[in-house]
């Protein structure tokens, strides 16, 4: 069906072509909106439905035309609307990306300095683990004056890893004090953990 076609048969009803192509382009620029300028169209869509009940055909032309006007320009500023959301969309993309490809490089480096603490806490125990291994071996009377110079906590921990026999003989050879805060400090090392 040809435009003069529509046109007779919306003047029989009426209408006019024209209005009714502007009211349908309208529909169809409502349905994409929908933000809050549907009402403001509609409004002018109404208006202009209201203006077309006069009988002048050229008014009618003229409203059209600034219809469709200001429906070009509004759909020209919701084009750059548009265009600006995109281009947001894009720039969080990117840094969403580049978060979580940070976040994946700290994940990693966690990784890394777990394993890195681990080696080294397991390095630290087989040295004193040796270190207590050699003053066992030692003589007594060796030893003793070793531990008397150590911090009481710090003696009290090579015993603990040593055979009691050998802790006890070294023992025996420390001063009273020393030997006192030493096995004060041995007995002591677990009390304030909790109790189940």
């Known amino acids: 069906m040809n435009l003069r076609r529509l046109n007779l048969r919306a003047r029989r009803n009426g209408i006019g072509a024209l209005p009714m192509l502007a009211g349908l382009v309208l529909a169809s620029a409502l349905l994409r909106l929908g ?41 020209a500023v919701l084009d750059t609307r548009e265009a600006e959301l995109d281009a947001k969309a894009g720039e969080l993309a990117a840094a969403q990306e ?4 940070t976040m994946e490089e700290i994940r990693v480096a966690e990784e890394d300095l777990r394993e890195l603490l681990k080696l080294a806490d397991s390095a630290a125990e087989d040295d004193l683990a040796r270190l207590a291994t050699v003053y066992q071996n030692m003589k007594p009377a060796e030893a003793a004056p ?7 906590d710090f003696a009290a921990g090579f015993l603990a890893m040593m055979d009691p026999v050998a802790a006890a003989a070294i023992l025996a050879r420390l001063p009273p004090d020393a030997g006192y805060a030493i096995s004060v400090t041995l007995a002591g090392r677990y009390a304030a953990l909790p109790k189940e």
């Open 146 to 152: 070793l531990f008397q110079e150590m911090p009481p």
């Open 98 to 101: 580049k978060l979580n490809a």
């Open 35 to 75: 933000d809050g300028t549907a009402g403001s169209l509609v409004d002018l869509l109404s208006e202009a439905t209201t203006a077309h009940a006069s009988a002048d055909p050229a008014a009618d032309g003229d409203e059209v035309a600034a219809l469709l006007a200001a429906l070009e320009e509004r759909q």
